[in-house]
């Protein structure tokens, strides 16, 4: 197969590099760069379609779930106290049927 400089200029300007940048890219440089943006150019692709059909799902939801929940991120939990974590455990205990000894015997 024989090179085609024409062919291969335009396509470098197509990716968006300068016609200063290609005269110092050897064949193999440009060829590394194309198989780059058009690997560059699928991901935008899925990421687009991905965002398509996000938009069609929450169309159909009766409700959306908060902003922060969709991004991942998780609210902030407030640290228990002593004194709450000791009466959780107390209705746990209860819930399952424990018993409560009075001076730990």
């Not at 991901?43 to 799902?57: C, G, H, P, R, V």
């Not at 991942?72 to 018993?99: C, I, R, S, Y």
């Amino acid at each position: 197969m024989k090179w085609d400089w024409d062919v291969s200029l335009k396509s470098a300007i197509r990716i968006g590099i300068r016609p200063a940048e290609y005269n110092e890219m050897t064949p193999h440089e440009l060829n590394l760069c194309i198989h780059a943006f058009n690997e560059d150019q699928k991901i935008q692709s899925e990421d687009k379609l991905t965002i398509a059909y996000m938009n069609a799902y929450w169309h159909r939801v009766e409700k959306l779930p908060s902003l922060k929940q969709v991004l991942g991120q998780e609210p902030v939990k407030k640290k228990m106290t002593d004194k709450e974590m000791f009466n959780w455990v107390k209705a746990l205990n209860a819930m399952l049927g424990g018993t409560i000894q009075k001076g730990g015997e």
